[in-house]
């Protein structure tokens, strides 16, 4: 594909656990770096404790997840993944998880911003919810030019809030739903057992998603106001 002369759009996903975002919203980052769009993971977590073998161990699941990760993101064109390796099931909204991904944003200085949605009803994992709230929190501190010396300002254009119950805005990822599922594919420690009942159930979401808007394939999301 040709470059084009303006400035790359990036966005930047911050997810809980490796497979959130490839789930999720694995479709709309395929096609947005096939657009030319700079798309930065941050996965807070290496999702160690998702697994129920008794054998396993933190350590060693932690590390075969950052490993599936990085072979989902290349599937999808993901330009970085970066794991902030705070503990699976132990994420708590505090001051100083705010400061860090707001100097993530200030780094990354995305136009876009992907994350949970936190308010999701009946959705009881911590870490999602810890997440989602950090994140927007940390937007609006990002952008304030007397919090924290040091890294400028950013203020972020788009928020794009993934796991939603209440999506209204859809992205048509009909050219990339193959690449979706291969991608969550590499997430062999989460889709072993689950095999291809995982797969047929991302891939009637997003034609569920598709119906009532004219596309064979959709991801939908909840778009949030940046402005506060
Ligand atoms: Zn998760």
């Known amino acids: 594909m040709t470059e084009t002369p303006t400035e790359t759009v990036r966005v930047l996903v911050i997810a809980a656990h ?16 096939s657009e030319g769009r700079e798309i930065h993971y941050v996965l807070c977590t290496s999702g160690n404790r998702g697994s129920n073998d008794p054998r396993m161990t933190t350590q060693l699941l932690g590390e075969i997840r950052e490993r599936e990760q990085r072979a989902a993101a290349e599937i ?22 705010r400061k860090e991904v707001a100097g993530l944003i200030r780094q990354f200085k995305p136009a876009i911003l992907m994350t949970h949605d936190p308010w999701t009803r009946y959705r009881i994992h911590p870490d999602h919810r810890a997440v989602g709230f950090t994140a927007l929190a940390a937007i609006v501190v990002a952008g304030n030019q007397m919090y924290r010396e040091g890294m400028a300002p950013h203020t972020v254009g788009e928020v794009y809030l993934f796991q939603t119950d209440n999506p209204d805005y859809w992205v048509d990822v009909t050219a990339t ?6 991608a969550i594919r590499q997430h062999k420690s989460q889709v072993s057992h689950s095999g291809e009942a995982m797969v047929a159930r991302v891939r009637e979401w997003a034609k569920q998603a598709g119906l009532e808007h004219n596309m064979a394939f959709a991801e939908g999301f909840k778009a949030v106001s940046p402005r506060h």
Do not use: N
């Not at 490796?18 to 770096?33: E, H, K, L, N, V």
């Not at 739903?177 to 291969?182: L, N, R, V």
């Open 18 to 33: 490796p497979d959130d975002a490839d789930i999720s919203s694995g479709g709309t980052i395929a096609r947005w770096a």
């Open 76 to 97: 999808l064109g993901v330009a970085s993944t970066t794991f902030l390796l705070q503990e699976d099931c132990e994420l708590q909204e505090t001051l100083a998880f």
């Open 177 to 182: 739903i193959d690449a979706k599922i291969e």
